[in-house]
C-alpha cells in the first residue's frame, strides 16, 4: 500500500503541468466525503476553485490525472480569473489541486501509517523523479497516451530533467517537497516549480499540489509559503 501511495502520489507531476486547461471561477465548495468520514479542503490564499460545475473541463483533469487518483478540485488565483475569461486555453502561470488516493479513500490512515509512507518518500524521493526510471518512464508514456486520446493527434510527452529542492515541512500531519522539472510537450520546452505535500486529516490523506509555470528567482520563496500556510489552513479547517 505504502509504494502504490507513493506513486499515485508522485504521477500527476507531469500530468498537470504540462497541460493547459480551460476554467472559469465559480463558487467554492470545499467539502469532501471520504467514505464516513468528510474532510474540509480550502483553496489556498487568494485562489478560487475553478473545477467542479465545468464539464468539459473536468474531462481535461480527468485525463490527466492518473487513474488511482480521485481529482477534488483546481484553484487558480483570484486576479488570474480575467484572462481565462478572455482566453480560456492559456497555460496556468500558476495554480494549485488536491487529489485523493482512491484506495486510500476509505481507510483509515494511522499516525504509523503516516510515519511509515512518509519514510518511504524521503528514502526513495530521487529514485522517483529519476527521468530514466521506471516511473517517470511510465509517466511519459501514459501522459503521452492521455493526451493523445483527448485531443485527437499524436502528442509526446518528454521528461528533460528533474531536481529534488528538499522537503520545506514535515510534521505529524504534512509532509512537503519542492521539485523542479524540465520538460518538452507539443514541442515546447517547459520548465515547472512545484510543492507536494501529504496532508493527513480525519484519519485520511489528501494530496496537495502547487505549481508555478516558468518560475523565477522568488518563485522558491513564493511558493514555499505559499504551501505552508495553505497546508496549515487545510489543517485548520478541520479541527
Known amino acids: 500500500m505504502q509504494t502504490i501511495l507513493l506513486k499515485i502520489f508522485l504521477l500527476p507531476l507531469v500530468l498537470t503541468t504540462a497541460f493547459p486547461f480551460t476554467l ?16 474540509n479542503i480550502p483553496p ?37 480569473v480575467p484572462k481565462l475569461k478572455i482566453s480560456e486555453d492559456i497555460d496556468l502561470e500558476f495554480y494549485a489541486k488536491i487529489s ?6 476509505a481507510i483509515d490512515i494511522t499516525q504509523a501509517d503516516f510515519a511509515a509512507v512518509i519514510a518511504n518518500l524521503e ?24 493526451l493523445t486520446e483527448l485531443l485527437g493527434k499524436e502528442t ?20 512537503s517537497g519542492m521539485l523542479l522539472m524540465s520538460f518538452e510537450i507539443y514541442g515546447r520546452k517547459m520548465s515547472t516549480l512545484g510543492t507536494l505535500s501529504i496532508v493527513r486529516v480525519n484519519q485520511r490523506l489528501v ?33
Not at 528567482?217 to 514555499?224: A, C, R
Open 156 to 175: 509526446s510527452v518528454s521528461i528533460n530533467e528533474t531536481k529534488y529542492l528538499g522537503v520545506i515541512e514535515k510534521s505529524d500531519g504534512v509532509f
Open 24 to 39: 472559469l471561477a465559480q463558487a467554492q465548495s470545499d467539502t469532501y466525503e471520504f467514505g464516513s468520514r468528510k474532510v
Open 123 to 146: 528514502n526513495n524521493f530521487g529514485a522517483y523523479i529519476e527521468p530514466n526510471g521506471p516511473l517517470m518512464t511510465n509517466v511519459e508514456k501514459n501522459s503521452g497516451k492521455g
Open 207 to 239: 494530496f496537495a499540489y502547487a505549481y508555478r509555470l516558468s518560475p523565477s528567482g522568488n518563485s522558491v520563496s513564493e511558493l514555499t509559503q505559499l504551501t505552508k500556510k495553505w497546508t496549515a489552513k487545510i489543517i485548520a479547517a478541520n479541527k
Open 44 to 80: 489556498p490564499d487568494g485562489f478560487v476553485n475553478a473545477t467542479s460545475q465545468f464539464p468539459h473541463v473536468t474531462a481535461r483533469m480527468r485525463a490527466t490525472e492518473d487513474p488511482g487518483n480521485d481529482l477534488l478540485a483546481l484553484t487558480v488565483p483570484e486576479h488570474f
Open 100 to 105: 485523493v488516493p482512491k484506495r486510500a479513500r
